[in-house]
């Protein structure tokens, strides 16, 4: 399940950044914002590329882009409401969720994914040994367990992610781990110095 017939891709731009001082999506990393650098990745994977933000003024006014509101559960899981039911609404059978403070993410992550997704119902990035559930391929079927899953007051992906049945898939982390993210002010130093 790769084809850009089948998945839509999904940025997740819905978090408050407060370590780095607010304003994440909007960071620069070398001449690019973490925002566009993570579209661009998106659109490596699928011809259906939209944006879950919590507030669009997070984002500015990305031109071109389907900017859609995170579903009214708190932190990531929000995201990921919003991003399932879009990409049901696309007539695609699954969702490819990217943060956009993740600037490495491998150009192999939607081909690999999918190809670990037969017979589970999300397929998860690790590196490490460390989930990245932000980094997931969901079956839009997924969407009908959220919602009992957010009303026992959870709000974890991993937890959603072993609710519905997923397999991890394993990057390395040598050279450089590519789910390496930004959170932080020096983060953002040593992306820069990566990039250089």
Known sequence: MTSLDDIAVVVLAGGEGRRIGGGKPL?????????????GQAAVFSDRVALAVRDPA????????VVIPDAPVEGPLGGLAAALGWARDQGRAAVLTLPCDMPFVPTDLGPRLGAALHGHVAAIAASGGRLHPVCGLWRVTALAHLSPYAASGRRSLKGFAEAVGFTAVEWPVAPADPFFNVNTAEDLDEAEDRLG
Do not use: F, I, N
Request: proline share 5%; no cysteine; aromatic share 0%.
């Open 27 to 39: 960071r620069m990393l070398g001449d690019k914002t973490l925002l566009s650098r993570a579209l």
């Open 58 to 65: 997070q984002v500015g006014a990305p031109g071109g882009v």
